[in-house]
């Protein structure tokens, strides 16, 4: 019975999201149980995708990428799909109505993984919305759950969200990025030579996406509120500390936020939450 493999699909996409990253595992757990399943399937069609640019090194990456995308719009056309991680996807794409045209718009970044490895201002302001921003709108879709106003209230709020942590995402993996795959995201700057002023103006630029999300965040529907604020506060803790490497060394150490520091923040952001301080 299809119910039993969609069962299977969906606990594939969750365990490929608790694998892969606790800190959106934290978040999607703070989060209402009735939006978990869909928040985990876009998960694991996102970090596939990334998966095949980032790490399959020894295999034709563009082949890969390309039967990768091939498969995800026949798994939607057909509503079903031997993949277990594009079957739960589709499922969300079909549920929450989620348009097409952001499903492109994200395997066209990833796509340009694979071509560009320095960035124009205009190619990278088309990347931060391909792989980050109109994923914040797949999962505001599932937020908002059919509710058009709202929805489009809330979008640009969600998308500056997506644009802050994927900006703090190539801040944190810097070294890997540039030393390892030999990309360079940030325009206009030779990061071999980074210095501390073109770092200070980056993070004026995450700020300011960050006080736009802030705003958007406190007014979504409370199956999402206290979830997605915990990973505002997760991110923005990992900024602090980020901030505070200096640009010699931002090239030689990977910052990160231990478990430890995680339950700090989820308690003190529970508390907030359940005294309406957001």
């Given at each position: 019975?299809?119910?039993?493999?969609?069962?299977?699909?969906?606990?594939?996409?969750?365990?490929?999201?608790?694998?892969?990253?606790?800190?959106?595992?934290?978040?999607?757990?703070?989060?209402?149980?009735?939006?978990?399943?869909?928040?985990?399937?876009?998960?694991?069609?996102?970090?596939?995708?990334?998966?095949?640019?980032?790490?399959?090194?020894?295999?034709?990456?563009?082949?890969?990428?390309?039967?990768?995308?091939?498969?995800?719009?026949?798994?939607?056309?057909?509503?079903?799909?031997?993949?277990?991680?594009?079957?739960?996807?589709?499922?969300?794409?079909?549920?929450?109505?989620?348009?097409?045209?952001?499903?492109?718009?994200?395997?066209?970044?990833?796509?340009?993984?694979?071509?560009?490895?320095?960035?124009?201002?205009?190619?990278?302001?088309?990347?931060?919305?391909?792989?980050?921003?109109?994923?914040?709108?797949?999962?505001?879709?599932?937020?908002?759950?059919?509710?058009?106003?709202?929805?489009?209230?809330?979008?640009?709020?969600?998308?500056?969200?997506?644009?802050?942590?994927?900006?703090?995402?190539?801040?944190?993996?810097?070294?890997?990025?540039?030393?390892?795959?030999?990309?360079?995201?940030?325009?206009?700057?030779?990061?071999?030579?980074?210095?501390?002023?073109?770092?200070?103006?980056?993070?004026?630029?995450?700020?300011?996406?960050?006080?736009?999300?802030?705003?958007?965040?406190?007014?979504?529907?409370?199956?999402?509120?206290?979830?997605?604020?915990?990973?505002?506060?997760?991110?923005?803790?990992?900024?602090?500390?980020?901030?505070?490497?200096?640009?010699?060394?931002?090239?030689?150490?990977?910052?990160?936020i231990s478990n430890y520091q995680k339950i700090g923040l989820l308690a003190r952001s529970y508390f907030k939450h359940s005294l309406r301080m957001l």
């Open positions: 019975m299809k119910h039993l493999f969609d069962d299977v699909s969906f606990a594939t996409s969750k365990h490929t999201t608790r694998t892969y990253s606790t800190s959106f595992s934290l978040g999607i757990y703070c989060l209402n149980k009735s939006v978990h399943t869909p928040i985990y399937n876009i998960y694991g069609f996102v970090r596939f995708a990334d998966e095949i640019v980032d790490s399959f090194h020894d295999y034709d990456k563009v082949k890969l990428l390309k039967e990768f995308r091939e498969e995800t719009y026949k798994a939607i056309e057909r509503g079903i799909s031997i993949n277990p991680i594009l079957n739960s996807f589709q499922h969300v794409v079909k549920k929450y109505k989620i348009e097409m045209e952001l499903v492109e718009c994200f395997l066209n970044s990833m796509e340009m993984d694979l071509t560009e490895n320095r960035h124009s201002q205009n190619s990278y302001e088309t990347y931060i919305l391909g792989s980050a921003e109109v994923v914040g709108l797949m999962c505001l879709r599932v937020f908002t759950n059919g509710d058009e106003s709202q929805y489009q209230k809330l979008k640009p709020s969600a998308m500056k969200l997506g644009s802050a942590f994927q900006k703090i995402n190539f801040l944190r993996d810097i070294k890997d990025d540039y030393k390892t795959l030999g990309r360079t995201y940030f325009p206009n700057i030779d990061i071999a030579l980074l210095t501390n002023k073109e770092k200070a103006e980056i993070e004026l630029d995450i700020e300011s996406d960050f006080r736009v999300a802030l705003e958007g965040i406190k007014q979504l529907p409370m199956n999402a509120r206290f979830g997605v604020y915990v990973a505002y506060v997760y991110y923005y803790a990992l900024f602090t500390k980020i901030k505070g490497i200096p640009s010699y060394r931002i090239m030689k150490e990977r910052a990160r």
